[in-house]
């Protein structure tokens, strides 16, 4: 119980169970209830918008290769992965999956025995073609006045020079690498470096605690890190280095080396080198040992099934996955949901506001607009800093034509003035988009009215870490939106909704949502636990992935995505497990037990809302509860801190010792009169308790 990283106990005590039972879901009851909520919202309706996309001319052209794409996957994929660089040419069975346990191990292959480098056809490829010179990277600094402009020449050339200098440190195929940056250019440029020489990178969003950093350093074992010296985030400069410094620190005790440490100084963050603490031997500066390496390098030819990249994530149970993706599927999904989806042509000038941190910084900021050799903006600072003009500030300097967000962002938007938006020109502006979590009619309307002025296609996204690529997607002027409505699946993407058994329902109606076959970014495995895997995601309902989300689909076959229905809770479109959380409270001395759920949050989407039982003697004061929000953000990060804190004398377990988890939900999102049944509790007195000491 020292302080310290999560422990092993407690880790292995919220391990999923094995096969037998999958997903720790919440009754379709319950899921139905959101459900029904969402349906009593007002429905708007999406104005009539004039776009023309560039490659459909509408809906009989999406259901022609729709179809296609669901009964030929390799014929279809086969065709659209021609326009991409393959040093070597997939075999014609190049297509296969199993998602059934019982037929034996779950896997995904796409364009088997192809070889190809999804750096090459980021970059290089453009450059051949003649486009070096148009800028590929647009970066705006978190002060504003500072930016900087990279063409795709000028970034192969960097990418080429940090791939050598990976590979003067032994980094070979295959090896993992992990990046702790803030939005740099340097850090789509490292991702690609890694890409070029075959390694392995995990992003490691530099948000999170040394404890978390080391935990993944650890588990993918990253010889060499790449890092940064500091960042400013609207006002507040935050030393990275000294996190990762940490880190390693932790690992080190823990037997495990990182050999060397790369750190770019980034001017922006205010301070100079000389506060950069930097260990002999290990740490070193980029801009000394980057530029005298040589601006080419030669490419790493892959097979289409090597790994790309890690990205650990959130679950319901248990500590955070290493999601795998490999090459060939995810670059060819990864560039076609870009240009479909985006409409996204050479040239274009896109910004999305991700961190590379996440799943959409990876697959749209880095690789699908650059293999579609569009001009990204990379945004080091915070969209309403310093003022809420920022975006459109940003927007308007650039010419940006696709602009794609997350809910969190409108809303928080929407309540600081119009005037914001409109002092600033938005002509340039073609394509809307959101992502992360489900968008309210409200946050809509102001995106579609406001920003958009009524003229704009809006994309509302849904897709997964773990999906790799949009899934459940509008193509703007292919077929109408509804607001609030992810509307229809994506070439591929074959959805299942399933009642509780497992049983496909058709038509209209609602239930889990799953996907009957793989799509080419299919995730592969859980790096170094394909157990779990196979537990997590196809082991729930026979045949299918699972996503861990409940879903309705209307009349017209549209998608309504009504949100986790499992114990992960999505905070201003970032995922968190109530468990971690949970096992991190418990690592404070005076807590002995915590229970976590999530609430309606008006800006979050969701907020965290931490029950805790304490040790005896011990009372809950506000400095307690600061110390608990403390252990938090030490051991995951600052956007895993609860928002309420509630002292709970004892956590509702049933009599079997089951967390009621329902009942907590309500009293947090304050429908006592909705408790329902609550017979089985052990001490039905206790919801009595938690009611009269509300926080
Ligand atoms: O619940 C869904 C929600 O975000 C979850 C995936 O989170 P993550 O892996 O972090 O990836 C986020 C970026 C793709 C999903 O299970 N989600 C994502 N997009 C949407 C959404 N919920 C509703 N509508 C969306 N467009």
Request: aromatic letters at 10%; hydrophobic letters at 35%.
């Amino acid at each position: 119980r020292s302080a310290g990283r999560l422990s092993e106990a407690a880790l292995n005590r919220s391990l999923p169970p094995k096969k037998e039972q999958a997903c720790r879901c919440q009754p379709l009851r319950a899921v139905q209830k959101t459900m029904a909520a969402a349906v009593e919202a007002p429905v708007l309706e999406a104005p009539a918008v004039d776009y023309k996309h560039s490659l459909l001319a509408g809906r009989e052209d999406y259901d022609k290769m729709y179809k296609r794409s669901i009964e030929d996957p390799a014929g279809f994929w086969g065709d659209i992965a021609k326009g991409y660089h393959w040093e070597q040419q997939w075999e014609d069975d190049h297509h296969n999956h199993n998602f059934d346990v019982a037929a034996g191990r779950i896997s995904t292959e796409f364009f088997k025995g192809g070889r190809t480098n999804i750096a090459y056809n980021c970059l290089d490829r453009h450059v051949q073609e003649g486009r070096g010179d148009v800028d590929c990277l647009l970066w705006e600094a978190n002060d504003p006045g500072t930016d900087r402009r990279m063409t795709y020449s000028e970034t192969l050339a960097e990418v080429c020079r940090l791939a050598n200098w990976l590979r003067a440190q032994g980094i070979k195929k295959g090896d993992a690498v992990a990046i702790y940056m803030p939005m740099l250019c340097e850090l789509p440029i490292a991702m690609l470096a890694c890409a070029r020489i075959g390694a392995v990178h995990s992003v490691i969003f530099a948000g999170f605690s040394p404890e978390s950093i080391a935990s993944r350093i650890q588990d993918c074992k990253a010889r060499v890190v790449l890092a940064a010296s500091a960042v400013k985030r609207g006002k507040k400069a935050i030393d990275l280095k000294s996190m990762v410094d940490k880190a390693l620190d932790v690992s080190s005790k823990e037997g495990f080396e990182v050999k060397k440490c790369l750190v770019c100084h980034n001017a922006s963050s205010g301070s100079g080198k000389e506060v950069t603490h930097m260990k002999d031997g290990r740490d070193v500066w980029w801009d000394t040992e980057i530029p005298s390496q040589k601006p080419e390098s030669e490419v790493e030819w892959v097979h289409s099934e090597d790994p790309l990249f890690l990205l650990y994530t959130s679950g319901s149970t248990g500590k955070p996955k290493g999601v795998l993706h490999s090459t060939g599927g995810y670059m060819v999904m990864a560039g076609t949901t870009s240009r479909y989806v985006f409409d996204l042509q050479p040239g274009d000038v896109y910004w999305c506001t991700a961190d590379c941190g996440w799943i959409t910084g990876h697959t749209y900021l880095t690789y699908g607009p650059l293999l579609c050799g569009a001009t990204n903006v990379v945004f080091e600072g915070t969209p309403t800093y310093p003022t809420p003009a920022r975006s459109w500030q940003v927007v308007e300097k650039f010419k940006v034509k696709q602009y794609y967000t997350a809910p969190t962002l409108i809303r928080s938007l929407l309540g600081s003035g119009n005037e914001h938006v409109t002092a600033h020109d938005r002509s340039s502006l073609k394509i809307l988009g959101t992502v992360g979590e489900p968008i309210n009619p409200e946050a809509w309307k102001w995106y579609s009215e406001v920003v958009g002025e009524g003229k704009l296609p809006i994309v509302d996204t849904w897709w997964q870490t773990e999906t790799g690529a949009h899934m459940i997607t509008p193509l703007p002027g292919v077929f109408p939106a509804k607001p609030g409505s992810a509307t229809l699946p994506f070439f591929g993407v074959a959805p299942a909704m399933v009642n509780e058994h497992g049983h496909e329902i058709q038509g209209p109606g609602e239930g889990y949502l799953c996907i009957k076959q793989a799509w080419p970014s299919t995730i592969r495995t859980i790096f170094g636990d394909h157990d779990r895997y196979e537990t997590t995601y196809f082991a729930g309902f026979k045949g299918l992935y699972f996503s861990g989300d409940g879903c309705r689909r209307d009349e017209d076959g549209y998608y309504w995505i009504t949100g986790r229905v499992d114990d992960v809770i999505n905070v201003s479109g970032h995922r968190i497990g109530t468990a971690e959380v949970e096992s991190a409270l418990t690592l404070h001395p005076k807590c002995a037990e915590a229970a976590v759920v999530g609430y309606e949050h008006p800006i979050k989407g969701q907020g965290i809302y931490a029950y805790v039982s304490l040790r005896e003697g011990e009372a809950l004061d506000d400095a307690l509860k600061k110390e608990l929000v403390m252990t938090v953000r030490g051991n995951i990060g600052a956007f895993a801190a609860p928002d309420v804190v509630h002292w709970a004398p004892g956590l509702l377990k049933t009599r079997s010792g089951k967390i009621m988890r329902r009942v907590l939900r309500k009293i947090a999102s304050k429908e006592e009169s909705q408790l329902g049944d609550t017979s089985t509790l052990a001490d039905p007195g206790v919801v009595d308790q938690l009611l009269s000491n509300r926080p």
